[in-house]
């Protein structure tokens, strides 16, 4: 029944909508969930007077609309059949352009990545994830696709494709792609038709709308600075970009857009990709009419709008469709993977599998609207991501700060308590859009070689032997940084870009600019990954030049090194494939009061291990309540941990 402002603030929170959003204000305003319950009680009109004088009119009638829109409740109860691969896997993300470049023109590319599969195949990855490979101009490093069919010139060819995905199956390594459909390209073939015909059939696969040019159709900001609107003087219509005014949205209410996306799909699936990982995959669904973001809720969370777009009322439709008619295969692929054994070696090719992997990055979406996406039993996403990991309370990635590892603990406990047997999460702490966890924590100590490779360590340990699917991003086996950049003109980024002006014209001074992009731009994680003392990279100019050159954390200098952070990735990769109690197996917080010590045991069948952490920069002695236990990783001292140290252990 829908809710109404006579209903009580317990009931909006008790709805998946409703306990998203509401979280979702208490972080960005660094308020305690502990508000909620004091104020349950109250009704929402009664809220909603209050708010109105500090947020403006308004703000109660939005989310009551988006609430009211997903009627909807997590699936509970046991899920059908074996659990999947990917629940157990341990999935490695690439950058292409950094990974390695095989023909020196400073550009990785996909000859560069097949060169160093045995890099991977070493490490003991399961799945490659590669970010976009397909034809672009590059305004946005791929990520504005001008032709999902194709490769991008500076990646190689379709045959390569073809050679890579070999070559991983022939390492029993899957494979899946970074898919970006939520926009295009403008240069894409349906975007240049629907501006040469708005009214024909391609003018309705994008939100082409009419007026004049003085006045955009809503008041919608872009997540890359400025209005989401473009006008198009050849069309006469104003174009939405949520992103670059280069990446133009598609109409995903239009079933021809859910078609071509299908048959895209299906062409890489029969080539014998393994499954797409889904850009900003819940932004396709925009809510009808396209009404004007409130002015308080653009203002805390930056983007204007955003409360129509991120979990819009159709998304789960269109995520049942594409999984039906898209990642269902309809015939078999060019080859599958080697069954990897729990030792390691490798057996025969393993049967196709009947569905490819669903992964969604899924922005704004929180612990309850990600079950609803991703329970086994939906056929919507296998996995999303929830970015509420990266950030603590009350900061957003531009902020210069030091991150608080309680936070992490605060963040996986309350999630791991909300799941259900359907649910299942994605841990990881780096990517392509965001700096280094490491430095985050690390706050200036990483500078310490011994200090950053301590942190890398037990960032591992964490991510690896977490409930949930790890992702690593590339250069994290080898405790990777952020760097040194001097300038703006160091940075190849468009959003730090195109952010520094914008801020500059917002009244900020440049040093306090600079400083902000320098805290957040997206190139920390994009430069080239260092394979050798000097770089290995490529014999050319490097598109984005790194800055760190501190001895002993290339891959050439940590794969022979048995105390390296890569060997320490590598060990536990193989402990976890070893035992599935790391994997699959229940997972207990041990003294999860006790501040900065961060410990479980995971246990399966019988088989336990215990795993601690010393998240601190000072020595801590074990508490009482950690169980009997001999140490498999790391060197067990009865009574103490030293600082940043990281175990596992076996439970006596």
């Known amino acids: 029944m829908p809710l109404d402002k006579g209903d009580r603030l317990g009931d909006l929170y008790a709805t998946p909508v409703g306990r998203d959003v509401i979280d979702k204000i208490l972080l960005q305003a660094a308020l305690p969930r502990g508000l909620v319950r004091a104020v349950a009680g109250l009704r929402i009109g009664t809220v909603d007077r209050i708010t109105d004088r500090i947020m403006g009119p308004g703000v109660m009638e939005t989310v009551l609309g988006i609430v009211n829109a997903e009627p909807d409740v997590p699936l509970t109860g046991e899920a059908e059949g074996e659990d999947p691969w990917w629940r157990s896997a341990v999935f490695y993300q690439v950058y292409p352009r950094s990974f ?29 994830w590669l970010s976009p490979i397909f034809a672009s101009p590059n305004r946005d490093m791929g990520y504005d696709i001008s032709d999902y069919r194709a490769v991008m010139d500076e990646m190689g ?85 949520l992103f670059a005014d280069s990446q133009m949205d598609l109409r995903w209410d239009n079933p021809d857009v859910q078609r071509e996306v299908a048959d895209v799909v299906q062409w890489w699936l029969a080539r014998g990709i393994d499954g797409f990982r889904l850009d900003v995959i819940n932004y396709i669904s925009k809510a009808p009419g396209l009404p004007d973001g409130h002015p308080f809720v653009g203002e805390l969370l930056e983007f204007t709008g955003v409360e129509h777009y991120f979990y819009g009322p159709r998304l789960g439709e269109f995520l049942r469709t594409l999984r039906r008619d898209g990642f269902t295969r309809n015939r078999p692929p060019a080859s599958t993977p080697r069954e990897r054994l729990a030792d390691g070696a490798l057996a025969g090719p393993l049967p196709a599998d009947e569905v490819g992997v669903m992964v ?72 392509h859009d965001n700096p280094r966890m490491l430095s985050k924590i690390g706050a200036g100590r990483e500078a310490d070689p011994a200090v950053r490779t301590a942190i890398g360590k037990l960032l591992a340990t964490l991510q690896l032997t977490m409930r949930g699917t790890p992702f690593l991003f590339q250069g994290q ?52 990954m260092r394979w050798t003392p000097g770089g290995g990279f490529t014999t050319g100019v490097p598109w984005l030049a790194g800055t760190d050159e501190v001895p002993g954390f290339s ?53 336990a291990f215990l795993v601690e952490c010393n998240a601190s920069e000072t020595t801590m002695r074990r508490p009482s309540a950690a169980p009997p236990a001999e140490p498999v990783l790391g060197i067990r001292d009865g009574r103490r941990l030293a600082p940043w140290e990281a175990s596992v252990s076996r439970v006596l």
């Not at 390695?100 to 890099?119: C, E």
């Not at 794969?559 to 990735?569: I, T």
């Not at 109690?581 to 009061?593: E, H, K, M």
Request: aromatic residues 10%; hydrophobic residues 40%.
């Open 100 to 128: 390695a470049d095989s023909d020196g023109d400073g550009v990785g590319d996909l000859r560069g990545i097949i060169d160093h599969l045995d890099h991977l195949a070493d490490l003991g990855v399961d799945c490659l």
């Open 157 to 241: 060819t379709l045959a390569d494709v073809d050679d890579l995905i070999a070559a991983c199956h022939e390492r029993g390594m899957r494979i899946i792609l970074d898919l970006v459909v939520n926009h295009t390209s403008d240069e894409h073939e349906w975007f240049r038709r629907a501006v040469a015909d708005p009214d024909g059939p391609y003018g309705r696969y994008y939100f082409l709308e009419e007026g004049t040019e003085d006045a955009p159709p809503n008041n919608w900001k872009s997540f890359f600075s400025g209005p989401a609107w473009r006008w198009i003087p050849e069309a006469q219509r104003w174009a939405l970009h």
């Open 360 to 431: 969604g990055e899924t922005p704004g979406i929180g612990v309850e609207l990600g079950r609803m996406l991703s329970a086994r039993g939906r056929d919507e996403l296998d996995l999303t991501f929830n970015f509420d990991v990266l950030e603590p309370p009350g900061r957003v990635r531009w902020d210069n700060y030091a991150y608080d590892p309680e936070y992490l603990k605060r963040y996986w406990r309350d999630y791991l308590a909300r799941l259900g047997p359907r649910d299942w999460i994605s841990v990881f702490l780096d990517n």
């Open 477 to 528: 086996e080898l405790g990777a940084v952020n760097q040194e950049f001097s300038s703006l003109d160091d940075l190849r980024d468009v959003e730090s870009v195109n952010r520094f002006p914008a801020l500059l014209e917002s009244g900020m001074g440049p040093r306090a600019a600079w400083a902000q992009i320098l805290s957040g731009t997206r190139d920390h994680a994009r430069v080239p």
């Open 555 to 607: 891959a050439a200098e940590q794969a022979v090194d048995p105390d390296s952070v890569y060997s320490w990735h590598r060990a536990l990769i193989a402990l976890r494939r070893r035992h599935p109690a790391l994997t699959r197996g229940s997972l207990t917080w041990v003294a999860p009061r006790r501040r900065n010590y961060l410990a479980y045991v995971r246990e399966l069948d019988g088989e």
